[in-house]
Protein backbone atom coordinates (compact mmCIF):
# COMPACT_ATOMS: atom_id res chain seq x y z
CA UNK A 1 0.00 0.00 0.00
CA UNK A 2 2.77 2.44 0.67
CA UNK A 3 3.33 2.48 -3.05
CA UNK A 4 0.04 3.29 -4.02
CA UNK A 5 0.17 6.30 -0.64
CA UNK A 6 4.06 8.07 -2.33
CA UNK A 7 2.02 7.87 -6.24
CA UNK A 8 -0.95 10.19 -4.74
CA UNK A 9 1.36 12.10 -2.70
CA UNK A 10 2.85 12.81 -5.75
CA UNK A 11 0.59 13.55 -8.07
CA UNK A 12 -1.52 16.39 -6.01
CA UNK A 13 1.93 17.98 -4.06
CA UNK A 14 -0.34 18.53 -0.90
CA UNK A 15 0.44 23.05 -1.34
CA UNK A 16 -3.13 23.44 0.50
CA UNK A 17 -5.53 22.26 2.85
CA UNK A 18 -7.92 20.62 0.04
CA UNK A 19 -4.97 18.47 -0.83
CA UNK A 20 -4.05 17.40 2.06
CA UNK A 21 -7.96 16.48 2.96
CA UNK A 22 -7.90 14.49 -0.24
CA UNK A 23 -5.03 12.55 0.30
CA UNK A 24 -6.38 11.64 3.83
CA UNK A 25 -9.75 10.54 2.03
CA UNK A 26 -7.71 8.68 -0.63
CA UNK A 27 -5.18 6.54 1.94
CA UNK A 28 -9.00 6.20 4.45
CA UNK A 29 -9.96 4.38 1.56
CA UNK A 30 -7.39 2.33 0.25
CA UNK A 31 -7.03 0.92 4.54
CA UNK A 32 -10.87 0.05 4.07
CA UNK A 33 -10.60 -1.92 0.73
CA UNK A 34 -7.91 -3.75 2.18
CA UNK A 35 -10.01 -4.54 5.62
CA UNK A 36 -12.50 -6.05 3.25
CA UNK A 37 -10.31 -7.95 1.48
CA UNK A 38 -9.11 -9.88 4.24
CA UNK A 39 -12.64 -10.20 5.87
CA UNK A 40 -14.00 -11.83 2.72
CA UNK A 41 -10.72 -14.41 2.43
CA UNK A 42 -11.47 -15.36 6.09
CA UNK A 43 -15.45 -15.47 5.30
CA UNK A 44 -14.57 -17.29 2.00
CA UNK A 45 -12.44 -19.63 3.40
CA UNK A 46 -14.80 -20.72 6.34
CA UNK A 47 -17.70 -20.99 3.96
CA UNK A 48 -15.54 -23.51 1.88
CA UNK A 49 -14.76 -25.49 5.88
CA UNK A 50 -18.36 -25.42 6.34
CA UNK A 51 -19.61 -26.82 2.44
CA UNK A 52 -17.45 -29.75 3.36
CA UNK A 53 -18.02 -30.79 6.61
CA UNK A 54 -16.48 -34.43 5.60
CA UNK A 55 -13.16 -32.92 6.03
CA UNK A 56 -14.61 -31.34 9.43
CA UNK A 57 -14.53 -35.34 10.58
CA UNK A 58 -11.60 -36.47 8.96
CA UNK A 59 -9.90 -32.86 11.24
CA UNK A 60 -11.30 -34.42 14.24
CA UNK A 61 -9.78 -37.45 13.74
CA UNK A 62 -6.60 -36.26 12.23
CA UNK A 63 -6.00 -33.02 13.83
CA UNK A 64 -7.81 -32.10 17.12
CA UNK A 65 -10.67 -32.77 18.78
CA UNK A 66 -12.18 -30.77 21.85
CA UNK A 67 -11.63 -33.70 25.22
CA UNK A 68 -8.46 -35.28 24.24
CA UNK A 69 -5.39 -34.80 25.87
CA UNK A 70 -3.84 -31.37 25.02
CA UNK A 71 -6.35 -31.17 22.16
CA UNK A 72 -4.62 -33.73 20.04
CA UNK A 73 -6.23 -35.78 17.30
CA UNK A 74 -8.44 -38.48 18.52
CA UNK A 75 -6.02 -41.16 16.78
CA UNK A 76 -3.20 -39.32 18.02
CA UNK A 77 -4.79 -40.36 21.04
CA UNK A 78 -5.50 -43.66 20.96
CA UNK A 79 -2.50 -44.44 19.89
CA UNK A 80 -0.95 -42.78 23.28
CA UNK A 81 -3.16 -45.01 25.33
CA UNK A 82 -2.69 -47.79 23.61
CA UNK A 83 1.14 -47.24 24.17
CA UNK A 84 0.77 -46.87 27.90
CA UNK A 85 -1.96 -49.94 28.41
CA UNK A 86 0.76 -52.11 26.51
CA UNK A 87 3.84 -50.98 28.62
CA UNK A 88 2.50 -51.77 31.45
CA UNK A 89 0.78 -55.09 30.43
CA UNK A 90 4.53 -55.69 29.80
CA UNK A 91 5.59 -54.88 32.81
CA UNK A 92 3.55 -57.06 35.03
CA UNK A 93 4.46 -60.16 32.73
CA UNK A 94 8.24 -59.60 33.67
CA UNK A 95 8.17 -61.87 36.71
CA UNK A 96 5.28 -64.27 36.43
CA UNK A 97 6.05 -65.66 39.74
CA UNK A 98 5.05 -62.34 41.62
CA UNK A 99 1.36 -62.06 42.10
CA UNK A 100 1.14 -58.65 43.78
CA UNK A 101 3.43 -56.94 41.14
CA UNK A 102 0.80 -58.38 38.30
CA UNK A 103 -1.93 -56.92 40.06
CA UNK A 104 -0.49 -53.65 40.99
CA UNK A 105 -0.16 -52.81 37.00
CA UNK A 106 -3.50 -54.32 36.08
CA UNK A 107 -4.87 -50.88 37.50
CA UNK A 108 -2.31 -49.00 35.12
CA UNK A 109 -3.35 -51.23 32.43
CA UNK A 110 -7.17 -50.36 33.05
CA UNK A 111 -6.76 -46.78 33.19
CA UNK A 112 -5.58 -46.71 30.01
CA UNK A 113 -7.87 -48.53 28.32
CA UNK A 114 -10.63 -46.68 29.96
CA UNK A 115 -10.42 -44.34 33.21
CA UNK A 116 -13.87 -44.94 34.04
CA UNK A 117 -12.80 -48.62 35.61
CA UNK A 118 -9.71 -47.39 37.10
CA UNK A 119 -9.83 -43.50 37.84
CA UNK A 120 -6.12 -42.63 38.46
CA UNK A 121 -3.18 -44.36 37.08
CA UNK A 122 -0.46 -43.88 34.10
CA UNK A 123 -2.10 -43.02 31.61
CA UNK A 124 -3.44 -39.68 29.89
CA UNK A 125 -7.18 -39.75 31.39
CA UNK A 126 -8.79 -40.33 28.25
CA UNK A 127 -8.88 -44.04 27.30
CA UNK A 128 -8.29 -45.92 24.31
CA UNK A 129 -11.53 -47.45 24.31
CA UNK A 130 -13.44 -43.46 24.38
CA UNK A 131 -10.50 -42.87 21.78
CA UNK A 132 -10.59 -45.68 19.44
CA UNK A 133 -14.21 -45.27 19.49
CA UNK A 134 -14.21 -41.96 18.45
CA UNK A 135 -11.76 -42.68 15.50
CA UNK A 136 -14.58 -45.59 14.19
CA UNK A 137 -17.55 -42.79 14.87
CA UNK A 138 -16.25 -39.25 13.09
CA UNK A 139 -14.85 -41.15 10.12
CA UNK A 140 -17.42 -42.51 9.29
CA UNK A 141 -19.28 -39.57 9.96
CA UNK A 142 -16.97 -38.21 7.19
CA UNK A 143 -17.91 -40.79 4.82
CA UNK A 144 -21.48 -40.24 5.34
CA UNK A 145 -21.34 -36.28 5.17
CA UNK A 146 -21.74 -34.81 1.33
CA UNK A 147 -18.86 -33.69 -0.28
CA UNK A 148 -17.22 -36.87 0.76
CA UNK A 149 -15.16 -37.81 -2.10
CA UNK A 150 -14.55 -41.33 -3.28
CA UNK A 151 -11.77 -42.10 -2.03
CA UNK A 152 -12.19 -40.55 1.36
CA UNK A 153 -14.95 -43.35 1.49
CA UNK A 154 -13.01 -45.94 0.85
CA UNK A 155 -10.68 -45.14 3.21
CA UNK A 156 -12.99 -44.34 5.61
CA UNK A 157 -13.98 -47.72 5.96
CA UNK A 158 -10.81 -49.25 6.63
CA UNK A 159 -9.59 -46.51 9.29
CA UNK A 160 -12.78 -47.31 10.70
CA UNK A 161 -12.31 -51.61 11.07
CA UNK A 162 -9.00 -51.23 12.25
CA UNK A 163 -10.56 -48.94 15.41
CA UNK A 164 -13.06 -51.03 15.89
CA UNK A 165 -10.82 -53.73 16.12
CA UNK A 166 -9.17 -51.79 18.66
CA UNK A 167 -11.75 -51.12 20.60
CA UNK A 168 -12.77 -54.93 20.75
CA UNK A 169 -9.00 -56.00 21.48
CA UNK A 170 -9.17 -53.39 24.52
CA UNK A 171 -12.41 -54.67 25.92
CA UNK A 172 -11.01 -58.32 26.00
CA UNK A 173 -7.91 -57.02 27.68
CA UNK A 174 -10.34 -55.30 30.63
CA UNK A 175 -11.95 -58.67 30.91
CA UNK A 176 -8.96 -60.09 31.31
CA UNK A 177 -7.09 -57.57 33.17
CA UNK A 178 -9.87 -58.25 35.89
CA UNK A 179 -9.83 -61.94 35.96
CA UNK A 180 -5.85 -61.64 36.59
CA UNK A 181 -6.75 -59.43 39.85
CA UNK A 182 -9.29 -61.62 41.01
CA UNK A 183 -6.30 -64.56 40.82
CA UNK A 184 -5.05 -66.33 44.10
CA UNK A 185 -1.92 -67.75 42.72
CA UNK A 186 0.68 -66.59 40.74
CA UNK A 187 0.75 -69.30 38.42
CA UNK A 188 -3.21 -68.98 37.45
CA UNK A 189 -2.61 -65.54 36.82
CA UNK A 190 0.75 -66.11 34.93
CA UNK A 191 -0.59 -67.39 31.60
CA UNK A 192 -3.53 -64.35 31.75
CA UNK A 193 -0.63 -62.35 32.20
CA UNK A 194 0.72 -63.18 29.17
CA UNK A 195 -1.71 -62.84 26.98
CA UNK A 196 -2.76 -59.82 27.92
CA UNK A 197 0.89 -58.75 26.85
CA UNK A 198 0.39 -60.22 23.39
CA UNK A 199 -3.49 -58.30 23.39
CA UNK A 200 -1.65 -55.12 24.27
CA UNK A 201 0.93 -55.33 21.36
CA UNK A 202 -2.19 -55.97 19.58
CA UNK A 203 -3.80 -52.71 20.33
CA UNK A 204 -1.66 -51.17 17.62
CA UNK A 205 -0.66 -54.02 15.44
CA UNK A 206 -3.99 -55.59 15.27
CA UNK A 207 -4.89 -59.65 15.96
CA UNK A 208 -4.68 -60.33 11.82
CA UNK A 209 -3.76 -59.70 8.45
CA UNK A 210 -4.03 -56.19 6.41
CA UNK A 211 -6.60 -53.43 7.65
CA UNK A 212 -9.50 -56.35 8.51
CA UNK A 213 -7.18 -57.48 11.55
CA UNK A 214 -5.71 -54.58 11.70
CA UNK A 215 -5.14 -52.07 15.13
CA UNK A 216 -4.16 -48.57 15.39
CA UNK A 217 -1.25 -48.50 12.92
CA UNK A 218 -3.61 -49.67 10.15
CA UNK A 219 -5.77 -46.55 10.76
CA UNK A 220 -2.88 -44.47 11.00
CA UNK A 221 -1.69 -45.65 7.74
CA UNK A 222 -4.99 -45.37 5.73
CA UNK A 223 -5.84 -42.00 7.75
CA UNK A 224 -2.57 -40.88 5.73
CA UNK A 225 -3.77 -42.22 2.64
CA UNK A 226 -7.07 -39.68 3.09
CA UNK A 227 -5.24 -36.87 4.41
CA UNK A 228 -2.95 -37.01 1.32
CA UNK A 229 -5.52 -37.89 -1.34
CA UNK A 230 -7.88 -35.02 0.43
CA UNK A 231 -4.80 -32.49 0.42
CA UNK A 232 -5.28 -31.98 4.21
CA UNK A 233 -1.53 -32.34 4.81
CA UNK A 234 -0.06 -29.71 7.36
Not at 143 to 169: I, R, Y
Amino acid sequence: MSGVYAYVELVYRPQNHHCRRLIMHAKFGLTVLAALAVSSLAITQDAAAQANPAQNHVGHVADGFRGTPDGVGLLDAAIAEAGVAAQHAGFAARDPSDLDAMKRHMGHVLHALNPEEVENGPGAGYGVVAAAGGVARHIDLAAGSDGASDALKTHANHVSTAAQNTVETATQMIELAKSIQDATSASDAAGMVRRLARLGMALTAGQGEGWQGGGLDASQQHLGFITREEELEN
